[in-house]
């Protein structure tokens, strides 16, 4: 693939950690403005130069990084404008509540033990109690006096730990016209509860909520199920997809008549993977419920299935240990060889792939994937029509300053996996960190907005800055 090199064009200093990076039409309004909701709780515009405040949630945002040391997953974590934002107004966040915090789903860190099989069937119990915080989903409306408000909630979501819990979240789908709201598999480490794989359960999955036909219920139930969701709320609700780790959103490419969506999916040891599909099968929660009751499996061809936990990518997901006898070798060991076996046949492949170790010189080695975007602009030529993505950190073993690394890859033709090229940059970050957090595009895809971070602790206020990638 093509060597692209690009510039970083600095359009907001001194920001707390940027999770969304996109662009919408102000009602009454004639150009787009770039929207930077932060993991804080903090919605900035920018409009004639000048960085605006939209909304301020940061009271009802959970108290972050106070018991990990500063590093968070909570928070703000999604934003979606409604296609039709210049007329009604609505928009929709997903975020962390204050004052939800609880004990955490289990004791300990956690991680799987092939030659103990109790560690390979763990139960989530006592959700009620057991659990580490709850995550909103809400319509908010932007009042003919320009004050937004909340209008209503749609979802409460007991979450068992204190990561996965989905960034860039929430996006409408213009195929459906529906909001996507993707979510993690509830975090830890290795999916000890298989939630991802569990049709019942809401982590782990993609999950399509009709707005227009949602029907008000009052103060929602906080739930992990759908078979614990009332019925109304159930009947708007489709299932997208599952065996999910963890996603920095989806996003949408048009080609003539149909889309392809690019999904990203984070590694837990071995890889960071970007799937891609145009076709899919989405099953309605009602569906789902009744063959829960019957016990019977729902129809699920066609249906995408990332695989996770018992797939990494393209990988069986494995336990690493160094080796004894070479401290510089590992060990690796397949975590859930069954899980694998059952569904190595059902999931969909990777588009591409890239590797916490990788001894190829062209490539980087990663950490996590935390941004993938289509590009459809002519501005920079060599990546019209590819898909853009980005990582945290390309050597996480590598002394401070952390690096993080823009890369790109592109459908093929014949539907085969593809490889990926690093993408060079000229900017000078000088001696400070700049780990690669988000990353955003406009409403027609022709521009691409990166947000860097110069601290991975949620803690460590005012280090964002947020880029253009230009030419």
Known sequence: MEKVKVSLRPILNKVNLPTVLKTTILPGDSMERLFVAT?????????????RTFLDIRSRIIKLGGSSGGYDERGLLGLAFHPDFYFNGLFYLHYSVAESQGPGALPETFEPNPCDPRTLNLKWLNRETQYDHIDTVEEWI??????????????NLRRPFLNHNGVNSLNFSPE????????????SGYDPFNLSQNDMEIAGKIIEIDVVNYTFVYNPPVVTRFDELPLPIQETLSVMAKGVRNIPGISFQRFYNQYVKYVGNVGQDLVESIFSFAQYKTIPVTQLTQNSLMTSEPDQDGFINFGWRGWEGAFPTSIIRACSADPTL???????????????????????????????P??????ALTGVQAYMGNGIPDLTGCVVFTDLDK??????????VLAYTRV??????????VIETDYNFGSGSAYYVSLGTNMDQTRLYLGVYGSTKVTDFNQGTVFEIVP
């Not at 060991?333 to 190829?360: C, G, W």
């Not at 539907?415 to 990926?420: I, R, T, V």
């Open 142 to 155: 932007l009042q003919p006096n320009g004050q937004p408000q909340k209008r209503r909630t749609l979802l």
């Open 412 to 421: 093929r033709s014949d539907g085969k996996p593809n490889d990926f090229s």
């Open 395 to 404: 050597d996480e073993e590598s002394p401070p300053p952390g690096r993080g």
């Open 362 to 367: 062209d490539k980087f080695e990663g950490t």
């Open 176 to 187: 459906t016209r529906k909001l996507i709201l993707t979510t993690g598999d509830g975090g």
């Open 39 to 51: 993991q804080v709780g903090e919605i900035f515009y920018i409009r004639d130069g000048a960085i």
């Open 330 to 360: 590992d060990e690796k060991t397949i975590a859930y060889y069954n899980e694998a076996v059952q569904n190595s046949m059902k999931r969909l492949q990777p588009l591409t792939s890239y590797f916490h170790k990788d001894p190829r």
